[in-house]
């Protein structure tokens, strides 16, 4: 099931429930946008590459295509993160819950993004929904066969992500260990190009189609239907991207400089590595359908980079701090989402 443009436009002006929905969905979109989306060009604007503003367009554009290829292949994502909770049948307690945690997940990201840190925008979407759930279902709320699926995408977004930043950069200095570096250099530069477009087209594999998958349930919701099976429509897939594109372009500078240039100091085949790394992890985690973060997985495939030179050349202070606020998202950003669901179903 989907729904048209012409059909949304006329529940939106009628329905204020879905008004209100629609707004707080495209507000978790952009602070994605200033969160996450920049860990895709973190690395090729550190390493000067590409300038930032040219990065942001480039990011939004395949942001949009990685949405749209990707979907059209497989929305398995989409529908893992639709489905891996029950809101039960009283549609209008259900609606409520889900506003109030797409509101959790904006004030936990934000805050996160006020002292620079690159928390996964994915985890807390994931732990908002579930922690809203449970204050409105308990336990019997959350759907263990899908979130099995998110288990596994921790493990794998960042052990595969270290492990394949590791081997890439150590295979490309094989290579290139004989040849001119003046010459690697302008080819790396080049190519992190290369490498940022494709981090940021599995960006959009990934991130799009965990927050179209909660723009659908939100849609269905406030439409009093129980739907299971849907079709996302390219227009949202447009709205995502631009809105994503927006937020990159407000805060995503102060990402940049903690994932790009704090954690780990990168010449331009290391950021070429760390990007390679990074798009094929997230490819093989699309293709399984697996939710994994684009901020674990570019990030842990930036720390592999760095300790394949050796183990210092890592800022293990940032890194701290990251899996500080990663290991805090699930529980803190949890129960947020379940008292603010409590709070605004007493409310209204």
């Not at 447009?238 to 994932?259: D, F, N, P």
């Amino acid at each position: 099931m989907t729904i048209s443009f012409a059909d949304f436009l006329s529940q939106l002006v009628s329905n204020p429930a879905l008004l209100i929905t629609v707004i707080l969905t495209l507000g978790v979109v952009l602070v994605n946008g200033w969160t996450d989306a920049p860990n895709a060009i973190a690395t090729c604007v550190s390493t000067r590459s590409i300038r930032p503003k040219k990065a942001i367009i480039m990011a939004a554009v395949f942001n949009f295509l990685g949405v749209l290829f990707m979907t059209m292949v497989n929305n398995a994502v989409a529908e893992t993160i639709y489905n891996m909770v029950d809101f039960g049948d009283n549609y209008k307690n259900a609606l409520i819950a889900l506003c109030a945690a797409l509101f959790a997940i904006v004030v936990w990201a934000t805050a996160a993004w006020a002292f620079g840190i690159p928390t996964s925008e994915s985890h807390a979407l994931i732990a908002g929904v579930t922690g809203a759930a449970v204050a409105l279902q308990g336990f019997s709320g959350i759907n263990a066969n899908e979130w099995i699926k998110i288990i596994y995408g921790l493990v794998m977004s960042t052990v595969i992500g270290f492990g394949a930043g590791f081997l890439v950069v150590r295979l490309i200095g094989f290579i290139c260990k004989d040849m001119d570096r003046r010459k690697t250099t302008t080819f790396f530069r080049n190519a992190q190009i290369f490498g940022g477009a494709s981090m940021a087209f599995m960006h959009g594999a990934q991130d799009g189609q965990k927050f179209m998958g909660v723009f659908m349930l939100g849609v269905f919701l406030a439409k009093g239907q129980n739907v299971t099976n849907f079709e996302i429509p390219i227009w949202l897939m447009v709205l995502c991207s631009l809105v994503m594109a927006l937020g990159t372009s407000i805060g995503g500078y102060r990402i940049i400089k903690t994932v790009g240039m704090g954690m780990v100091k990168l010449d331009t085949y290391q950021g070429f590595a760390a990007d390679t790394a990074g798009a094929f992890s997230l490819l093989i985690a699309s293709v399984f359908g697996i939710p994994v973060s684009t901020t674990h997985t570019k990030t842990t495939a930036i720390m592999g980079v760095g300790a394949s030179k050796r183990l210092s050349c890592v800022n293990w202070n940032i890194v701290k701090e990251m899996v500080y606020a990663w290991i805090l998202t699930f529980p803190g950003c949890g129960l947020l989402g379940f008292l603010m669901a409590y709070l605004f179903m007493r409310i209204f």
